[in-house]
């Protein structure tokens, strides 16, 4: 399986900033995905991060509140944009490997918005 | 949107076998069932999957049931470091997105 490491692991952040969060692989992957996790809660699927093209949002998430970069196929940033309280969330990076087998998820990024 | 229903909340007494039921009555011909666990502040570990045949692992069992609108998984010998939230997900393959649903929360009691 694949090894991620996502940067930040927390963070603290005052509202109206924007926060980017790091997710690199150590081998290349096809499918890259971002989650958050809010408080107490399950994870919910943010968007699919798409090498060479737009990543695929789900319904209730935005381009401009998460833009979300894939350049290579090693590496993926998710910006949380205008950052408000209610942005306070882990959010987790997920890579697939072709074929059917386990996700990997990285240990995720905890933000806290003051 | 999640395919899965699975109860809240169960206690397991420590050395005892954990069965986590999970239903998934709308699950298509080609989608795998997936079991995976959250430990408190940590990312989601894999910890099975199968088709239709029952699987074993270092870990865990996993049973499918027949008609594959459920399956159950089975922790042998349960142990304190089991407690976590284990989420029953289904999806075709890895080229799909996961979609968790909410997960039971197992706690193992000494």
């Known amino acids: 399986s694949a090894v991620i490491s996502q940067k930040p692991s927390r963070d603290i952040c005052q509202r109206g900033t924007s926060l980017t969060i790091q997710c690199q692989v150590d081998?290349?992957?096809?499918?890259m995905f971002w989650y958050r996790q809010q408080p107490g809660q399950s994870l919910t699927l943010i968007a699919t991060a798409n090498q060479g093209s737009e990543a695929t949002y789900e319904s209730g998430f935005v381009i401009d509140k998460f833009p979300i970069s894939r350049p290579n196929l090693t590496f993926s940033t998710l910006t949380v944009s205008n950052m408000s309280p209610e942005d306070s969330s882990i959010y987790l990076c997920?890579?697939?490997?072709?074929?059917?087998?386990?996700?990997?998820f990285g240990s995720g990024t905890r933000l806290t918005v003051v | 949107d999640a395919k899965t229903t699975q109860p809240t909340s169960m206690d397991c007494a420590e050395g005892r076998a954990a069965n986590l039921p999970c239903n998934h009555s709308?699950?298509?011909?080609?989608?795998?069932v997936y079991w995976y666990r959250q430990i408190h502040s940590q990312g989601p570990q894999y910890i099975i999957h199968g088709l239709k045949n029952n699987e074993t692992n270092e870990m865990a069992s996993l049973i499918i049931t027949e008609d594959r609108k459920s399956s159950t998984l089975i922790l042998p010998h349960a142990t304190l470091r089991d407690t976590a939230v284990y989420y029953c997900i289904v999806s075709s393959n890895t080229g799909n997105q996961f979609y968790f649903g909410t997960g039971t929360s197992l706690t193992v009691i000494p």
């Open positions: 081998s290349q992957v096809t499918m």
């Open positions: 709308t699950i298509s011909g080609n989608e795998y």
């Open positions: 997920s890579v697939g490997l072709a074929g059917p087998g386990g996700y990997t």
